[in-house]
């Protein structure tokens, strides 16, 4: 891989989110416990996948398995990681 991961991209696409979602609740639109319900879930989505693609590579590791999307679940393993740790951070 040659590219760097999306750590800014990923933190400021969280961050817009975030801010979005807790306008909606200073203006009335949404509850603060559906925002709260909206951020757990993410959360949990991106521990998931994350957690998924972690097994998998580690699968790969330990048992020699050629898996031809190795880089691709690589990047996204540490990508869903970044959005976790943004999302946990709020």
């Keep these: ?6 750590i800014i991209p990923i933190g400021i696409l969280a961050l817009v989110l975030y801010l979005t979602t807790y306008l909606l609740v200073r203006i009335g639109i949404i509850r603060i416990s559906s925002h709260r319900q909206i951020w757990n879930i993410l959360l949990l989505i991106t521990f ?10 580690a699968i790969q590791v330990n048992y020699k398995i050629k898996i031809p999307i190795t880089d691709k679940l690589l990047v996204w393993h540490v990508d869903f990681g970044i959005g ?4 946990a951070i709020f």
């Design 1 to 6: 891989m040659n590219s760097p991961y999306a």
């Design 48 to 57: 998931l996948v994350t957690a998924s693609l972690g097994l998998i590579l």
């Design 84 to 87: 976790m740790a943004c999302i």
